[in-house]
């Protein structure tokens, strides 16, 4: 069974609730481009922006990007030491984050 559109999900919603009926006759059904990275790199871009400034934070992804070699993947993120992390801009509590980066040793 294949999912609906975004455009047929608002239509459904459209149809149920007078207000996103109004914001679709307005503003017209969502248009929203395909994710580009996988779920494991959105959630490690996540991470990296919470709680700190865009610019900031997109040097900082960057750097991390790179020295992962453009692998956002939990193998090559669990290869990097404490101090490569914190090398690239991370501080000590988004090293270990939500279990994230945790392996064995660290608190």
């Known amino acids: 069974m294949s ?8 239509r459904i919603l459209a149809e149920r609730d007078p207000v996103i009926a109004r914001l679709v006759a307005e503003a017209g059904p969502p248009r929203l481009s395909r994710p580009t990275e996988s779920h494991f790199g959105t959630l490690v871009r996540a991470i990296v922006y919470q709680q700190l400034a865009g610019r900031a934070a997109a040097a900082i992804h960057g750097r991390l990007i790179a020295a992962l070699g453009d692998d956002v993947s939990p193998e090559p993120l669990l290869a990097l030491t404490d101090e490569q992390m914190r090398a690239v801009g991370l501080s000590r509590a988004k090293v270990g984050k939500a279990g994230l980066f945790s392996r064995p040793g660290r608190p």
């Open 3 to 10: 999912s609906p559109s975004f455009g047929a999900a608002a």
